[in-house]
């Protein structure tokens, strides 16, 4: 490919002929928007911010000290997945750096959960609306009882993105990297069935802390085209997992001595969609690169394809047999799917059952809770998992 590359370059490096007709344009254009502005929008021009050199560590796999993830997190009543959450992304990414905002109309609060997490090594900011919404849109949520369910959905669309952009830019200011996009009933995790379909045997195992982020890396260093090294922005499938039921001791298996499986998501819920229905499984998510991304590209499109200068849009539907990582997608169970108001979707039993249906086996995320225990010990780990899947009264009418 370099070698076609370098032929076609030839081709115009040989030109000889001038033309100055477009010079002038600079001068008008500073002229036009002043010297302070036009420096502004230029920032960047001519340089190419698409990759990093190698280093010894990409080379081995191995991690430093700041081989951690970041996520931006939109919350909603979900404290009993956000547990789990929580829990699973700081053993297996590793999660370090996290910014959540509480929507307004959420009855509980993230607080507590998230307060348990703060003395091991992770950073949190929790963010209301005014942290990171225009004036303009901030003004529009404070008058949202007047509005019709068509402006409810668009407005929680347009926080979504304003969400999303603020805290991308918030975690470059602070030299941070990789940055996750997803709900709190998603999971990311190394995609099985793609490894063995490219042969790569060299897959660091869930039980071991880390392990998707030392992935990342040794694959990137390989520069296969399925984790390619140029891209800031990775577009991951995600499979859809319903709520049917498995036999005990296929729940319980290889789940440690205290924990009840019943109540994780991860462990309890094995069937999910067909992996090639987009139906079922939708769109997938995100992880970014922000140290890569320019500041004038950061404007956020939507959820599944926030920056269109640096997703690409044939990525968007991408099939899990092509791709090395994979998002695990919870129903949940049914007082679990029900619990949060959400405007967006028809809270119908037939729609859950549409999920409850499927009947094949997943256990790839199985050993991260064994991982997990063992890392920080059992006491700490029981702490930390608290009240993990349990929903409250629904006719809680305060923050609690």
Not at 17 to 33: C, E, H, M, N
Not at 41 to 58: C, D, H, I, M, S
Not at 322 to 335: P, S
């Amino acid at each position: 490919r370099d070698a076609k590359a370098k032929k076609a370059f030839a081709q115009y490096s040989n030109l000889t002929l001038d033309d100055d007709a477009i010079r002038p344009w600079l001068g008008g254009f500073v002229k036009d928007k002043g010297i302070e502005a036009a420096t502004e929008l230029l920032e960047g021009v001519g340089e190419l911010r698409l990759f990093e050199n190698t280093t010894e560590e990409e080379e081995t796999g191995a991690l430093s000290e700041d081989d951690v993830f970041s996520a931006c997190l939109l919350v909603m009543d979900d404290n009993h997945v956000l547990i789990e959450w929580l829990a699973y992304h700081y053993h297996a990414l590793p999660l370090r750096h996290l910014i959540v905002a509480v929507d307004p109309r959420s009855i509980t609060s993230p607080s507590e959960i998230l307060g348990r997490w703060r003395g091991h090594g992770m950073t949190i900011e929790e963010w209301t609306d005014k942290d990171f919404m225009s004036e303009q849109l901030y003004t529009v949520a404070q008058h949202m009882s007047k509005l019709n369910k068509t402006d409810i959905i668009e407005l929680h669309r347009a926080r979504q993105r304003e969400f999303y952009k603020e805290c991308m830019k918030r975690h470059k200011k602070k030299g941070r990297k990789w940055t996750m996009l997803t709900d709190t009933d998603e999971f990311l995790l190394t995609n099985i069935m793609a490894t063995k379909r490219f042969n790569v045997t060299d897959v660091p195992p869930i039980e071991e802390p880390g392990s998707i982020m030392k992935f990342l890396k040794q694959e990137r260093a390989k520069n296969v085209t399925e984790m390619p090294k140029r891209t800031a922005c990775i577009m991951i499938p995600r499979l859809r997992f319903g709520s049917r039921e498995s036999e005990p001791e296929k729940v319980n298996f290889r789940v440690p001595a205290g924990f009840n499986a019943s109540t994780f998501a991860t462990l309890r819920h094995r069937k999910h969609a067909e992996k090639r229905l987009s139906m079922i499984n939708k769109t997938g998510k995100v992880i970014v690169d922000v140290s890569r991304l320019h500041p004038g590209h950061m404007k956020v499109k939507n959820p599944h394809r926030p920056l269109w200068a640096y997703c690409p849009k044939s990525e968007l539907y991408t099939q899990l047999k092509d791709n090395l990582l994979v998002i695990h997608h919870y129903a949940g169970t049914w007082e679990q799917y029900i619990f949060r108001d959400d405007y967006r979707a028809m809270k119908t039993k037939k729609e859950f059952d549409t999920y409850n249906s499927r009947n094949l086996d997943d256990d790839a995320i199985r050993p991260w809770l064994h991982g997990f225990v063992q890392d920080k010990g059992e006491e700490v780990a029981s702490a930390l998992l608290k009240d993990v899947g349990k929903v409250p009264p629904k006719n809680t009418s305060a923050i609690s």
